[in-house]
């Protein structure tokens, strides 16, 4: 088991290919579902 390097320490968990298929919660940009205001696009 090696040490990864800390310039391309990546977790486990982290999306590469697809990283649109699970946005992050506490990402600032707001996506097509419901915003946290309430406002729902149609």
Known sequence: ????????RVPD???QDA????PDPASPTP???RRPD???PL
């Open 19 to 22: 990283p649109e298929s699970e």
């Open 31 to 33: 996506g097509p579902a």
């Open 38 to 40: 309430g406002y729902e």
């Open 13 to 15: 968990d982290a999306p």
């Open 1 to 8: 088991m090696t040490t990864p390097d800390p310039h391309e």
